[in-house]
């Protein structure tokens, strides 16, 4: 062997030997000194994966029975993590943003898919980059998204009344892959005027479709898969173990196209043309981004802004889709709020309602909540303590060996579940029928429910703090346009017993035939015409 790669070899081994090393300190730290050994919480059923791959809804509901609202469980490689539902402590977990981050493996994954984008950003980047991208999901532009939205919900509806039907007139429909297809449509559009024609059925899948569809795919081949983790979660082996062939070149054609249209846009602002029809998200951030606010040095790069076209793929189309198939979900299950909404709808005399005409539909503000309260489209979210801190309890915890403690003690390094959707269905917040479909339980707001530390109407769905969804605002008007358009046009009942429905054990909760998983995604539902 030459003495260069000698040289070489002994310097990878001599990094995997400190890393190892450091590993196995932070694990014994853990076991034998950390604050958090004498926690309650379930037994670790193996050393390597932890309760990884057991944690759906319902076991962390059983676990929160067991041992209270605030818990460890075990994650990878018996990585202890913290689980609380204590609005106390997540109000300090989400506001203070400097402290807990997402973990630089979660960012690096991001990364790795969605580029330099605001979901992965942090610090002094994150306020920069929201400060420029705040004005484009402001009300005035949402007010001025909401017709894209109506037109593309009335597509929609075209498109489901000529599916085949029964002699009765139902149809069977996935009604999950309908509303995909419109959501795709409208980011692409409001997104960054981009025609994806996922709703006409008639035309190829475009070239960034199909680049998003390869960077998203959730399978993959097992050997990539663990190449992925592992790069994620050691960092020196990235040089050695390259990313998937497809993946680079998904980005690759993704930043391509994503660069056409930004200077599409840019020429457009420049030539001042079509300045006042221009309404996508692009267009507003390359406009905020030249804006005399902010100074040239705090101006964002081309690849930056590109960057935001993945992130708003991913964060805003998927989660407005299942948000609304799990409200027509819940409306099938519950008939009687089905006919109360519809005969609200229709004492609107128009297909084209405005976005304050929606707002002003009581019945539907409260269904819309009830659903984002019950179906919280994003179940839970992620953060590791950058430092060392103390949060504060509103429920003290009691240890294994009896003792009460008021705050947690926080290390460097400590991961924390944040269970998004455990709190919008906490029965100490919300009663004893916490977990059932109520829209009018929204007609008295229960006082415990103002400690919620989220962004929008008492719930954590869009979490809050500097964190919080930058697209909330668009996501509801886009569910009303669709509940609004489609409970005036169908009726809907479930194809299969609400039993068969569950949901997988990622963070964005898509429903699935529980007999199926493999098969991905659906909610096939019978649909038909409102009978007059
Ligand atoms: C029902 C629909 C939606 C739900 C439930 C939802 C939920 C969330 C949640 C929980 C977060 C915080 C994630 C975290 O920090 O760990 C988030 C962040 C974000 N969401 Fe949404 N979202 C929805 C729709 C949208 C839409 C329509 C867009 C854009 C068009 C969007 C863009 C974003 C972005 C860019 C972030 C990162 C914000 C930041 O870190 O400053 N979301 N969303």
């Not at 014994?28 to 050994?37: D, Q």
Request: with cysteine; hydrophobic share 40%; aromatic share 10%.
């Amino acid at each position: 062997m030459c003495l260069s790669l000698r040289l070489f070899v002994s310097a990878v081994g001599a990094v995997i030997g400190v890393r190892l090393a450091r590993s196995l300190y932070r694990l014994i730290y853990w076991r034998r000194f950390s604050p958090f050994r004498y926690m309650p919480g379930p037994p670790n059923p193996s050393w390597i994966s932890g309760n990884f791959g057991r944690i759906t809804f319902s076991k962390t509901q059983e676990w929160q029975t067991q041992y209270g609202p605030t818990f460890k469980f075990h994650n990878l490689l018996s990585a202890t993590t913290l689980y609380t539902i204590d609005t106390l402590a997540l109000h300090r977990i989400v506001t203070h943003s400097d402290v807990y981050q997402k973990a630089p493996m979660a960012r690096f994954h991001l990364k790795q898919l969605l580029g330099e984008g605001l979901i992965v950003a942090e610090d002094e980047e994150h306020t920069k980059l929201r400060k420029i991208m705040s004005p484009a999901f402001g009300p005035s532009q949402i007010h001025g998204l909401t017709q894209l939205f109506v037109d593309k919900s009335l597509e929609l509806s075209d498109v489901w009344a000529r599916q085949p039907q029964d002699e009765s007139g139902w149809a069977r429909i996935d009604v999950f892959a309908g509303l995909k297809a419109m959501t795709l449509d409208v980011i692409g559009l409001a997104g960054f005027n981009y025609q994806f024609n996922a709703l006409d059925d008639t035309k190829e899948p475009t070239e960034l479709d199909g680049a998003f569809k390869q960077l998203f795919l959730q399978t993959g081949p097992r050997r990539i898969r663990t190449t992925a983790v592992l790069r994620g979660r050691f960092p020196f082996l990235r040089p050695l173990l390259p990313t998937s062939k497809k993946l680079a070149n998904a980005r690759k054609t993704m930043d391509r196209i994503g660069m056409q249209l930004l200077q599409d846009s840019k020429n457009a602002i420049e030539s001042g043309e079509k300045v006042a029809e221009r309404r996508d998200l692009l267009s507003l951030l390359v406009r905020s981004n030249m804006s005399e606010d902010i100074p040239e040095n705090q101006r964002l790069s081309d690849d930056v802004v590109v960057s935001q076209l993945p992130t708003f793929f991913a964060a805003g189309h998927e989660t407005t889709s299942t948000a609304t198939t799990w409200a027509l979900y819940a409306l099938a299950v519950h008939p009687d709020v089905q006919t109360t909404l519809r005969a609200e709808l229709q004492t609107m005399g128009t297909d084209s309602p405005s976005l304050d005409a929606l707002n002003s539909l009581p019945y539907l503000d409260k269904v819309v909540r009830e659903v984002m309260r019950v179906h919280s489209p994003v179940a839970f979210t992620n953060r590791m303590a950058m430092r060392d801190d103390v949060i504060p309890l509103g429920t003290p915890y009691t240890d294994t060996q009896g003792k009460q403690h008021d705050s947690i003690v926080m290390s460097k390094g400590q991961m924390i579940y944040v269970p998004v959707a455990a709190v919008n269905r906490d029965p100490r917040i919300w009663g004893p029928d916490a977990t059932e479909f109520k829209p009018d339980r929204w007609d008295a707001v229960p006082d415990a429910a103002n400690a919620i530390p989220g962004v929008w109407s008492h719930l954590f769905s869009f979490l809050g703090g500097p964190h919080n969804c930058i697209g909330w605002r668009f996501s509801l008007a886009e569910m009303k346009s669709l509940l609004y358009t489609l409970i005036r046009t169908f009726e809907f009942e479930l194809a299969v017993p609400p039993e068969a429905i569950g949901t997988g054990t990622i963070a964005v909760q898509r429903p699935l035939l529980v007999a199926d998983p493999g098969k991905g995604a659906q909610l096939p539902m019978r649909v038909r015409r409102v009978q007059v």
